[in-house]
């Protein structure tokens, strides 16, 4: 679907077309070089101060990772200890939920930290273009993202009954960790996604909110108590609101949460379910957002949908490696189908089954990538009419050149 929209509106080339950035021009550690193929400077980031960058956001967001790895191992021995307490009255359900509730809280938190600076590292990248930018504010959101919002469940799926953890053996009843994570999947789920949709929708129009009052009381505190505040017009409310901030953040929430459906989908399969109806909400609840809490936002084409495509294909491809490891290890269910199974054919059996899917999932992505050849040719057709008409136009006197335009079917038409 994707490259047939490519080929229908003619979006192939908008990447190579595209302008510097107006930070990148006014930075400092811009510099400006002649070519000769152009006849203008061309203007590159300083290759020290890029490296250095780097460097330091890599640092940066290795130890936003390893803050979360240390949170989420104390948040699971705080459970742990709940659980243990409760356990004498039956009640070791209500400390499991109490260390799921603490994992989806922390993730949000992390988040809401990260973010703020996510923002200030690529701005300190000084990237040229907003195509480059933007793949820059991706890898490194996708890179933290990965840790802070799986490896709760990664923790229960794999760790937890292979490792001490702080000293403290935490090995789940039987060996067997599939409740546990089904629970602490579930929590987490529930409790973030019921988050962000809270705050996406209410913080623009508590700030919306905050500053209209805010300057009621400063017209008050300059015209006198007995002042009346006149209403203000459609006009006048609508630039109150905030400016929209583009769909990076709509992008980022639907892959986090593709990732939960996907990577442990055999431990909670009613997590698609419940994914489903979030959406079924988040449709309106973006469109209550676009219509009341925020401005217009301004029209963009894009080429395609960047580097979220690449992402979603590595959590795909990830999401087999933990689906059959779960099945595999984490869970006792091969023993119902082999009874008899050892360490080594258990290992066998989820590599061959790994190996399968993963080959599988090739076949796939060759057959659906490949260009529809209905659109290809539409394609062809209209650059060929483009540039044919372009190539007439340049003998036509100005007051002989009239506009023209193409149809829906990419015929020429010249108007009168």
């Known amino acids: 679907m994707e490259r047939t929209y490519q080929y229908e509106w003619d979006t192939l080339t908008i990447e190579d077309e595209e302008e510097d950035r107006k930070k990148f021009i006014q930075s400092p550690y811009t510099r400006e070089r002649l070519s000769e193929f152009h006849t203008e400077a ?26 979360v790895i240390a949170a989420v191992c104390g948040i699971a021995l705080l459970k742990f200890r709940l659980t243990q307490k409760f356990e004498p009255y039956g009640l070791s359900a209500v400390g499991k939920a109490i260390g799921g509730a603490c994992q989806a809280l922390s993730i949000v938190i992390f988040n809401k930290i990260y973010q703020y600076v996510l923002v200030k590292l690529t701005d300190f990248e000084n990237w040229q273009t907003d195509t480059q930018y933007e793949d820059a504010t991706i890898a490194k959101d996708f890179c933290f993202k990965l840790v802070n919002a799986y490896f709760a469940c990664f923790f ?22 599939m409740p546990e994570l089904t629970t602490t999947l579930a929590a987490v789920f529930a409790v973030q996604m019921t988050l962000v949709q809270t705050i996406e929708v209410g913080m623009p129009l508590v700030k919306n909110r905050w500053r209209v009052k805010s300057e009621e009381k400063k017209m008050l505190a300059l015209k006198g108590p007995d002042y009346v505040v006149p209403q203000l017009s459609q006009e006048e409310e609508e630039s109150k609101l905030d400016q929209y901030d583009g769909v990076f953040a709509e992008y980022q929430e639907m892959v986090v949460q593709f990732g939960y459906v996907t990577l442990f989908a055999a431990a909670f399969p009613l997590t698609a379910a419940l994914a489903l109806i979030n959406n079924m909400i988040e449709i309106r609840s973006d469109a209550y957002k676009l219509l009341m809490a925020t401005q217009r936002p301004a029209p963009a084409r894009a080429a395609d949908i960047g580097t979220w495509m690449v ?22 269910g091969l023993f119902f189908y082999f009874p008899n199974m050892t360490a080594v054919e258990r290992v066998w059996i989820t590599l061959i089954c790994e190996h399968a899917l993963l080959l599988f999932k090739s076949v796939l992505d060759t057959l659906l990538n490949t260009p529809p050849k209905e659109a290809l040719g539409a394609y062809e057709r209209r650059s060929y009419l483009r540039d ?17 335009y193409t149809d829906d079917e990419g015929d020429p038409y010249y108007g009168n």
């Open 42 to 67: 061309v203007r590159y980031p300083d290759e020290h101060y890029r490296s250095v960058a780097l460097a330091t956001s890599a640092m940066v967001v290795c130890c936003f990772i390893g803050a």
């Open 156 to 177: 229960v799926a794999f760790v937890q009954n292979n490792f001490k953890v702080y000293g403290v053996d935490m090995h789940c009843p039987m060996w067997h960790c």
């Open 311 to 332: 992402i979603l294909d590595i959590i795909a491809t990830c999401s087999i490696m933990t689906n059959c490891a779960l099945v595999g290890f984490t869970s006792h």
């Open 388 to 404: 044919q008409i372009l190539a007439e136009c340049q003998f036509l006197l100005p007051e002989e050149a009239g506009p023209f």
